[in-house]
């Protein structure tokens, strides 16, 4: 019998890039000031805690900023190593999800608290609150850590979002696929995103 898990095959083999919206303030200090981004530790974060960017998706990144910053909303672009990374995309990761599930569920008996739960915030059809999803997750990091198991250095997951793309479509409007960066060493640099140059195509 093969095991479910296969580390052999958790770290992906290229480097990818990533899109940060952000403030100008922050766009300020990462670019000339040689500040890093921050982690975000919100309970509903999507992936767990972690620094978030859209994978190679300049215009999501580009509307996030927006809805959230109005006019001086911001995108950084990165360099990212994913590392050691808790792929969701890939099937071995159920397995995970589910042992953080049953961990995290043996916790919360223990201490008589009822689990997170995700809900739809403010939105009418999607799952915006991941409370529940943050929370398994954050279990697999602690029962990484307190187990001696090496660390996930990232999440990624893919998340369907929005309505339609047209009537009957099995396709949506903001479907994306996210990166929680967990090790801040898997950024190895920040960019300005740029327009093409006119007249040239793209290589």
């Known amino acids: 019998m093969q095991k479910i898990t296969n580390k052999m095959y958790s770290k992906l083999p290229n480097l990818v890039m990533g899109f940060h919206g952000c403030s100008d303030d922050t766009y300020q200090a990462v670019l000339f000031n040689n500040q890093h981004l921050k982690r975000s530790?919100?309970?509903?974060?999507w992936l767990g805690n972690g620094i978030y960017f859209w994978e190679n998706s300049y215009e999501r990144a580009?509307?996030?900023a927006t809805e959230k910053y109005g006019d001086s909303g911001m995108v950084i672009g990165a360099i990212l190593d994913l590392g050691n990374c808790l792929n969701l995309t890939d099937y071995h990761s159920t397995a995970v999800l589910k042992l953080g599930y049953e961990l995290l569920a043996i916790h919360y008996e223990n201490v008589n608290r009822e689990l997170p739960k995700n809900?739809?915030?403010r939105s009418a059809i999607d799952l915006l609150a991941r409370n529940l999803d943050c929370a398994v997750i954050q279990e697999i990091h602690?029962?990484?850590?307190?187990?001696?198991?090496?660390?996930?250095?990232?999440?990624r997951g893919v998340f369907i979002e929005g309505g339609e793309v047209y009537p009957g479509s099995g396709f949506v409007e903001k479907t994306h696929t996210q990166i929680c960066i967990v090790n801040p060493n898997c950024i190895k640099g920040y960019f300005a995103p740029r327009e093409m140059v006119d007249g040239y195509g793209m290589p």
């Open 41 to 45: 530790e919100n309970k509903y974060d």
């Open 142 to 155: 602690k029962y990484n850590e307190l187990s001696g198991n090496e660390m996930y250095d990232s999440v």
């Open 119 to 121: 809900t739809n915030g």
């Open 62 to 64: 580009v509307e996030w």
